[in-house]
């Protein structure tokens, strides 16, 4: 049988499918159509619109195919195309066996190997779901417990048992719920439902899930455990919209999966607003390398946003981690095809105000060849790092490790600063650590600070310690100059201590392996005295031309000059160069 032949669509035109009937193990048999976008979208009355379902799955093996067969519309001809067996699975799941079924199904309704097709389609994937009648998620066929789990979810009102908890963990480890994709598909929708074998659940049933915490049997245990990013996805966009949103959610997003690593980036576009999508919308193109989608993505947040928080998402792997495909990205530019482990300090935290080292506007410009220009200070030199095991132990999310390293570095004649320990290892500032522990004193040792964490009361020490649990996770206590704080576990003790206007955080540099004199970015920290501004101060009046600088009081012990930092995005991609001012 002869391969499958696509026309070219025109414009505003997508292709819907059509699956003919037929018994379970009969031969797959569809038809294609082209549609006008303004037809699917109500100009024409009610019964002339044409209707369909999008599907929403996984791919599977790209290597295990079958082929399907494809009548053109006259009934004449016959061509044959493959799909994956997963898809194929999944058509014959939905399969009527009266009647046909009007569906959209990317991998057959997009020729993927036209990549200028390709990119259009993309762009308008959001509103193809958004007017499909219904999405179906199809999450595969039964096995083991997945009846049991769908029953269970689907039963709101039910007791939650030990084998049900485990059931349903199985079932939301499946391949459907790390994908990317699928929280665009499904956030655009007019309805949803979940397809599991012979089980079919409300995708409201799967939204209600995470509400049920009081059922739980375990209280320790919580739906955080076990709930997939796709059944969060609205956090991002419920506290923030735009750049901020999409930063949000690109952090969220980052274990979840992609056959190709551009789709991190592209399958979120789509949750933005009609008008924020042409801001971004130029960049998909899956002809552009995958290091430059991401770089450009950084650079377009930056000036959208006037603002470094994106620089907060750049998590480097330790020095003995194997190579990875994107070595070579620049070292400021977050890799989303990695999965992130540290939780970011720049986003904005729950119960804190944001953080603002480096004022609300960013100086950055693009120079003649390319490269992003910041303007900022060095503060210090890295002199020492706390001791401890690094994200990939377990035991360093326990308490009595990280205020044991933490004492052990800053101790002195056997008492520290209470009111900087306690921030850093919380990355909290000073008002919200008093108003829950409502302790002031300057000076504190070991058993008392202990005695102090076991005397907080219960919701307010909860919180209190989660947040030293989660932001020490990742992390290592380190000493610069003057200053106390917590940055990323793979800085280095000739690392720089850098604020960059524009950044919320203040920032960690090491020296380049290739040229001493250039620098590399590790990633985002919490310094004692310098998440507000202080280290600015002095220089205010110099950026005053470009943004504005909070009029608090300046830190005394920050007086450097400005300086350019050239943050490379050419040739040689990981360096930054500091030139002093001119």
């Known amino acids: 049988m002869n391969s499958y032949q696509y026309s070219p669509l025109h414009a505003r035109q997508i292709r819907l499918l059509t699956l003919q009937s ?25 019964h002339r619109t044409p209707l369909f379902e999008a599907l929403s799955y996984t791919w599977g093996d790209l290597n295990d195919t079958e082929e399907i067969i494809i009548q053109d519309t006259f009934g004449t001809g016959r061509s044959g195309l493959n799909v994956t067996h997963n898809l194929a699975a999944a058509l014959r799941r939905l399969r009527y066996t009266n009647r046909p079924r009007t569906l ?3 991998a057959v309704c997009i020729n993927q190997t ?20 219904r999405v179906l998620i199809y999450i595969g066929e039964e096995e083991k417990s997945s009846d ?19 059931a349903v963990e199985g079932l939301l480890n499946r391949p459907w719920f790390e994908r990317v994709w699928v929280i665009q598909e499904v956030a655009r929708s007019k309805s949803a439902i979940v397809i599991c074998g012979t089980r079919a659940v409300a995708w409201d049933c799967f939204t209600r899930w995470p509400t049920r915490q009081a059922c739980l049997p375990v209280p320790d245990v919580t739906w955080a455990d076990y709930i997939p990013g796709v059944l969060n996805y609205n956090s991002g966009f419920a506290s923030s919209t735009g750049t901020e949103a999409l930063l949000r959610t690109l952090c969220e997003t980052r274990a979840s999966g992609a056959t190709d690593p551009r789709d991190k980036v592209f399958a979120l576009l789509g949750l933005l607003s009609d008008e924020e999508q042409k801001t971004y919308g130029s960049l998909i193109n899956y002809s552009t390398p995958v290091d430059r989608v991401y770089l450009d993505t950084a650079l377009k947040m930056i000036f959208e946003s006037k603002s470094l928080r994106v620089m907060s998402a750049v998590q480097h792997r330790m020095c003995s ?20 482990h540290v939780l970011p300090l720049g986003l904005g935290q729950q119960f804190v105000e944001p953080f603002n080292a480096g004022g609300r506007y960013c100086t950055a410009e693009i120079g003649s060849n390319g490269n992003l220009l910041l303007r900022g200070l060095r503060v210090a030199q890295v002199q020492r790092i706390s001791n401890g095991p690094d994200s990939s132990s377990s035991s360093y999310r326990e308490r009595d490790t990280v205020l044991q390293s933490g004492y052990e570095l800053l101790a002195t004649d056997g008492d520290f600063p209470l009111q900087a320990f306690l921030h850093v290892i919380s990355a909290t500032p000073p008002s919200a650590i008093e108003s829950e522990t409502g302790y002031t004193r300057d000076v504190i040792t070991m058993e008392e600070l202990e005695h102090l964490m076991a005397d907080v009361d219960r919701q307010n020490y909860s919180r209190l310690q989660r947040r030293v649990m989660q932001y020490t996770y990742g992390r290592k206590l380190f000493i610069a100059g003057d200053f106390i704080g917590l940055g990323p576990e793979t800085m280095q003790e000739d690392g720089l201590l850098v604020v960059l206007p524009g950044g919320p955080t203040p920032y960690i540099l090491r020296p380049s392996p290739l040229n001493p004199h250039q620098f590399e970015l590790v990633g985002e920290c919490y310094v004692h005295g310098l998440m507000n501004c202080e280290a600015l101060q002095h220089v205010r009046e110099q950026l005053a031309q470009v943004g504005h600088i909070v009029p608090i009081t300046g830190h005394p012990k920050c007086s450097a000059p400005l300086e350019w930092f050239i943050m490379d995005s050419g040739k040689d991609k990981s360096a930054i160069t500091i030139q002093e001012n001119t």
């Open 321 to 340: 981690s194997p190579p990875d495909v994107l070595d070579d990205l620049p070292s400021w530019v977050p890799n989303w095809s990695r999965a992130g």
């Open 104 to 106: 959209w199904v990317d």
């Open 22 to 46: 037929g018994a379970r193990n009969e031969r797959l048999c569809i038809e294609i159509e082209h549609v006008d976008l303004f037809k699917v979208n109500g100009s024409l009355p009610p």
């Open 148 to 166: 049991l789990a769908m029953d269970a979810i689907a039963d709101i009102t039910g007791e939650v048992t030990h084998v049900k908890l485990s």
């Open 114 to 133: 036209n990549l200028s097709e390709r990119n259009e389609q993309v762009r308008q994937m959001v509103r193809v779901y958004s007017m499909a009648v």
